[in-house]
């Protein structure tokens, strides 16, 4: 299974490495720093800072080896990540490492063309062998077992082997064209020796499209591997228990092959058929074996249960195989190979196909001779339901290693989901797992946790607000050692998980509270976990891992338990207003398969409470999951993806991307953090993060405003700014239409968007004239909402002498008149009293249609005497 591909570092040359417990992928890069994944779900790894740029790296007895474009070789301790010391300088890029079976020697090759071996243990220059003879930078070093030899590759096009007691070549090999550079070499010609006991050197040859086997004793091939996906063959990394090979491309093709039988157990290729720079077999499996990869675009991306084909498949498959067809010719018994002979099968000798040639002699039923038929359709064809195994006439099976139908090439394993499920988490949160932590950051204030792993009594929490006003800033000591936080302009809300001797408990601060009693607490029933947190006017809720919503009021009554869809994923509220999101059912394709619902609580009734959107699946981004999920200061539903993308849910329950973050950053490791957004203001609120994808704590980052952009196609044309003005100003006006409802004071915010709506029409009126787009200048004179605003699109429309363009807008104008009469008609009621205003309006209305006739007829006459 091949995981979906993650960012780890900014493109260019990528190098990663296991640790030995293979808990930790390690992995450097072009942006100067090394990462320290804690397992391939992790999102926020460690980074350490090693130079402008990390180039190569090795891990090896808790020490971290890291080569840097300052030309030295680096020790890192683990998991402290803190500085050892150097191993050795070179004149130039450090390209490779590697490490010995017991970690005592380090090689490192360089674009100086040298390779130095240093001892660990002794900080003695004599200790240190230097290898000279590459007329080329170094492209791959690769330490023996025994430490008894090492092998290298070069730009000069050549693989040598040499031996660390005389430093001296022993032998030597051409792998590919030649060239002046480690960054133009056509291969990376990662050579690799047999981890185990050293027998053999694994060399990709990239111009023959092979890979050799060299045995140690003589040098000589033992062994080549063959298959049209070697092309451009890059790469070689053999399994700790040396068992298996695996090779990668530069087209992006890895393929895993059993070395005991010199076959292709498994293959995958590159999402995007990028370059792979470098894989790492996962030291600490042992059956279901893992294999990380990165490529020279910076991601990194996990193959999981890469030979389970061969150790699960192959034994039992080749004993189906041979039962099917070695079966004897007693009387209980079928031969094969008699049946298709005898009805009518021969074997083409050039391709190996059965032919039907003719049924010469039988002396059977019709009904014996069908059944006999579809059985041989159905062995035929028996490798697609077993594994990788040919059937053939004379009773023997063999191996293949490509797949000898379309079918064949694809897993034969039920369907088991690669999407790992995400779990709950808190909007505006950084993860539990960082000691220094912001519990949530909101528009009401920030709630920030600081303590030491595993030392609750050290641990506390800070609440800071942004608005005095509301509450001065708390001081908590986190005892409990709670994990979740909510916060709302009137109560905090607090969670801890249960632990082995304490249930799970939630502890809420009133901030309206009177009486002197502004905390409470309650705890949840054993077994039953908080995992989501929110708060609203009011009212506080968590939801649990019963999948149960327990609603409170803010002074601690219960007024609520409501049972879930599913498991919960996170909570926001607003106001009187309460959103949800669940998992609705296991992703799929690489999607997560999340769903909404929205509920309205009423403070007044104990159990106030309904559905005020029925539950609906959220959208996300292709492969995306939800980092962020809230409302606007106007109370819009609103979420982002981990991609950046900013949605809002439309007054019509749609959904419309607002605002891509992605667009706002420079570095491709860098994500913006957000906070809160105003839709009135028009500005996003959120933290650049450099590097990383949450704040720091210390210190305190500063809030940068984004100003709302559509993602619309073209978006520098002036076409798309005036469509993207028009699209804004007009969802203002909804939006302000809804505030002017519930008390809001939305004058001057409507005024202005009713300004800059009517700006942006005409605007768009006149550069589709001058474009000569008269159907479009039609239909933005379709949205135009008023009688004057049409008049200046025909008068402008005239001046362009566009006759045909304002005769149609005439006709336009004429209608919205008869429109705007049979609608005050309508409203008219048949009473003596409303017989004058009626007269009255009918006689505006016929004045107002003839005084519009007139300026059209006039504007069309003066255009005529231009004719």
Not at 181 to 188: A, E, K, V
Not at 422 to 440: C, D, K, T
């Amino acid at each position: 299974i091949m995981k979906r591909m993650k960012f780890a570092h900014v493109e260019g040359h990528t190098d990663l490495t296991y640790s030995e417990d293979g808990a930790n992928i390690i992995t450097c890069g072009a942006d100067g720093d090394y990462r320290v994944w804690k397992g391939y779900e992790d999102d926020d790894p460690e980074c350490i800072r090693v130079g402008d740029e990390a180039t190569a790296i090795a891990f090896k007895n808790k020490k971290v080896f890291v080569g840097t474009d300052m030309h030295v070789l680096q020790i890192f301790s683990h998991p402290e990540n803190q500085t050892d010391g150097i191993v050795t300088r070179f004149t130039s890029t450090i390209t490779h490492i590697s490490v010995n079976k017991d970690g005592s020697k380090v090689a490192a090759g360089s674009g100086d063309m040298t390779i130095k071996v240093k001892d660990i243990n002794s900080s003695s220059k004599a200790k240190e062998i230097v290898l000279s003879g590459h007329t080329a930078p170094i492209l791959s070093v690769s330490l023996d077992p025994k430490s008894e030899f090492l092998a290298s590759s070069s730009c000069d096009g050549t693989v040598r082997v040499w031996c660390l007691t005389t430093s001296k070549e022993l032998q030597s090999w051409r792998w590919g064209p030649a060239s002046n550079d480690f960054g133009n070499s056509p291969s990376l010609c990662r050579i690799n020796f047999e981890p185990t006991t050293g027998r053999y050197l694994a060399v990709p040859f990239f111009q023959s499209s092979t890979v050799k086997i060299l045995e140690r004793s003589s040098w000589k091939e033992v062994a080549e591997l063959v298959d049209d996906r070697l092309k451009d063959i890059s790469i070689c990394c053999w399994s700790t228990c040396g068992k298996f090979l695996a090779t990668a491309s530069k087209a992006g093709d890895i393929l895993v092959w059993d070395m005991q039988t010199k076959t292709v157990v498994n293959s995958f290729q590159h999402e995007k058929r990028t370059q792979i720079c470098n894989m790492a077999w996962n030291p600490s499996m042992t059956t279901q074996k893992e294999i990380a990869f990165c490529d020279c675009k910076g991601y990194l991306g996990l193959l999981e249960n890469v030979t389970a084909q061969a150790e699960g498949k192959a034994k039992p498959s080749a004993k189906v195989a041979n039962s099917l067809t070695d079966i004897g010719d007693d009387d209980a018994e079928i031969s094969i190979s008699q049946i298709k002979k005898d009805t009518g099968f021969t074997t083409n000798a050039e391709d190996g196909q059965d032919v039907f040639t003719g049924v010469q002699s039988y002396s059977m039923g019709s009904s014996s001779f069908v059944l006999l038929l579809f059985l041989i359709v159905s062995l035929k064809y028996a490798n697609i339901l077993f594994s990788d195994f040919d059937v053939l006439d004379d009773g023997a099976s063999k191996i293949s290693s490509r797949p000898s139908s379309p079918l064949a090439g694809h897993s034969r394993r039920p369907y088991q989901s690669s999407i790992k499920k995400r779990e709950p988490f808190q909007p505006g949160s950084s993860p539990v797992h960082l000691h220094h932590r912001y519990m949530v950051w909101n528009n009401v204030g920030i709630v920030k946790c600081f303590g030491e792993e595993g030392d609750q009594s050290t641990s506390s929490i800070e609440v800071e607000f942004h608005d005095s006003s509301i509450h001065h800033g708390l001081h908590i000591p986190n005892t409990l050692g709670h994990t979740m936080a909510s916060l709302s302009s009137q109560a905090l809300l607090l969670a801890c998980p249960a632990q082995e001797d304490s249930p799970s408990r939630i502890v809420c601060v009133n901030f309206a509270a009177w009486d002197g009693h502004k905390e409470w607490a309650t705890t949840l029933p054993l077994g039953e976990d908080a995992l989501a947190l929110a708060a609203g006017d009011s009212w506080v809720t968590v939801a649990t891992s019963r999948n149960l919503l327990r609603l409170f009021s803010n002074s601690g009554l219960q007024r609520a338990m409501i049972s879930l869809p599913g498991p919960i994923l996170c909570l926001a509220g607003h106001g009187s207003k309460l959103f949800m999101a669940y998992h609705s059912s296991v992703g799929m394709f690489s999607e997560q398969s999340i769903c909404y619902a929205l509920v309205g609580i009423d403070r007044k009734s104990p159990i106030g409470y309904e559905w005020l959107a029925n539950p609906q699946t959220l959208p996300l981004g292709p492969e995306c999951d939800l980092s962020w999920a809230g409302f606007s200061d106007e109370g819009t539903l609103a979420t982002m993806d981990s991609s950046g993308l900013l949605q809002v849910q439309l007054r019509s329950g749609m959904w419309m991307p607002l605002l891509d973050t992605r667009q706002n950053v420079k570095g491709k490791s860098d994500h913006y953090f957000l906070i809160g957004l105003s839709e009135l203001e028009k500005c996003v609120r959120c933290v650049l993060c450099k590097g990383a994808r949450y704040p720091p704590t210390l210190p305190r980052p500063n809030m940068s405003l984004l100003d709302v952009r559509l993602p619309l196609c073209d978006g520098a044309n002036e076409k798309t700014q005036l469509e993207e003005a028009l699209i804004q100003s007009t969802l203002q006006i909804q939006l302000t239409g809804t505030l002017d409802q519930t008390g809001f004071d939305v004058d001057d915010p409507r005024d202005k968007a009713d300004r800059l709506s009517k700006e942006s029409l005409m605007k768009m009126f006149a550069l589709a004239c001058q474009a000569e787009r008269e159907v479009r200048a039609v239909e933005v004179a379709e949205w135009m909402p008023s009688e004057q605003l049409l008049q200046l699109a025909v008068k402008y429309a005239t001046r362009a002498r566009k006759r045909q363009l304002a005769n149609r807008l005439t006709e336009m104008a004429e209608q919205l008149v008869r429109d705007r009469e049979a609608e005050e008609t309508l409203l008219m009621e048949p009473t003596p009293t409303s017989y004058l205003s009626s007269n009255a309006s009918n006689n505006t209305l016929d004045d107002d249609r003839y005084l519009i006739k007139n300026k059209i007829y006039y504007l069309m006459g003066f255009v005529g005497n231009y004719f």
